[in-house]
């Protein structure tokens, strides 16, 4: 597959996206290896992992932006044994099945070839969303790892990777960032991606570190979809292969109710993760249109401190589309 694009090689193949995880998930385990900060900081434990796709930026996304504010941010998360689901907290973690998870791929492949009209090579991908990630309050004693409310953040992405884009994600700064231009990860260069399912798997399977012997390609390749999606707007032939590719990777599962970080109840595809399986990674779909919304990774079972349907990370698509220039909206 020579003249299909890789992942630039700047960017974190899933391998070493599941290393810095782990180092992540230890940080929240071992209390020996905590940082001792001034009283009343935040140390964040916890960051889902982003890829800017179409720029092609895999980077640890912390979606630092501007904090909600009350009247907008998701509600807290339910007192233990809450009947129901939130953003921030998963009442019941075994509400899954084992069936049930590639026939919904495959729905949701059919919903993406659908047209999305004409994409000029002059524009831009544009992309709103919102994320959380834990946090620990730091003082003279350890405090309490908690969701923080939800943050917003833009991007912009050129649709043929010849411009730079553009990313607004405020924290006590209104400036914006500029993203790296690569042309083998934009809208344009994923439309040389397969459109078959089966050499689809098997791209996402070549992005992996080749000389890692403990790497688990399935799991790898489940996060690479998420990574891909997150921020990116495919070709719909390319969509449409990437889930039905995902359809293919043995041990996923269906999540009947899952909740973005914005509060919607979508129905999800899940994978408990082969490096961390106390946690499982979800990719959220719109249960009428099957449109992918949002992802989380959710605590299934306790541990050091985390408890039992703990949201570790969650994130949600506000809205997608292309427009005529960096900073412009739809």
């Known amino acids: 597959m020579n003249?299909?694009?890789?992942?630039?090689?700047?960017?974190?193949?899933?391998?070493?996206?599941?290393?810095?995880?782990?180092h992540l998930m230890s940080e929240i385990r071992s209390a020996d290896a905590r940082d001792r900060r001034p009283a009343g900081t935040r140390r964040r434990l916890w960051a889902a992992v982003a890829i800017p796709a179409v720029a092609g930026s895999l980077a640890l996304a912390l979606f630092a932006g501007g904090v909600l504010s009350e009247e907008d941010a998701p509600p807290a998360p339910p007192a233990p044994g809450a009947a129901e689901s939130t953003w921030a907290f998963v009442a019941d973690v075994d509400a899954v099945s084992a069936d049930g998870g590639a026939d919904l791929l495959r729905d949701v492949a059919r919903a993406a070839a659908a047209s999305q009209g004409d994409v000029r090579d002059d524009q831009f991908v544009y992309v709103r969303s919102l994320a959380s990630y834990l946090t620990e309050e730091i003082g003279d004693e350890e405090g309490p790892i908690v969701l923080q409310p939800a943050h917003?953040?833009?991007v912009w992405f050129s649709v043929d990777g010849s411009r730079d884009g553009l990313l607004r994600e405020p924290e006590g700064s209104t400036e914006d960032t500029p993203l790296d231009a690569h042309p083998e990860s934009s809208y344009r260069g994923?439309?040389?991606l397969p459109t078959d399912a089966e050499a689809m798997l098997e791209w996402l399977y070549g992005q992996q570190d080749e000389g890692d012997e403990e790497r688990d390609v399935d799991q790898d390749a489940f996060v690479a979809v998420g990574d891909i999606v997150r921020e990116s707007l495919l070709p719909p032939?390319?969509?449409?292969?990437?889930?039905e590719a995902v359809a293919l990777i043995p041990d996923v599962l269906l999540v009947p109710d899952a909740v973005t970080a914005d509060g919607r109840?979508?129905?999800?595809?899940?994978?408990v993760d082969s490096y961390n399986p106390r946690e499982r990674?979800?990719?959220?779909?719109?249960?009428?249109?099957?449109?992918?919304?949002?992802?989380r990774s959710v605590a299934v079972e306790d541990f050091a401190g985390v408890e039992e349907g703990t949201v570790l990370g969650t994130t949600a698509v506000l809205e997608r589309g292309v427009v005529d220039g960096a900073g412009d909206r739809p």
């Open 3 to 22: 003249d299909i694009p890789s992942l630039p090689e700047r960017d974190l193949a899933p391998g070493r996206h599941r290393q810095l995880k782990e």
């Open 152 to 154: 917003e953040r833009e």
């Open 190 to 192: 994923y439309g040389q």
């Open 237 to 243: 032939d390319v969509g449409a292969a990437l889930y």
């Open 265 to 271: 109840h979508g129905v999800a595809v899940a994978r």
């Open 281 to 295: 990674e979800e990719l959220i779909f719109d249960e009428e249109t099957l449109e992918y919304i949002g992802s």
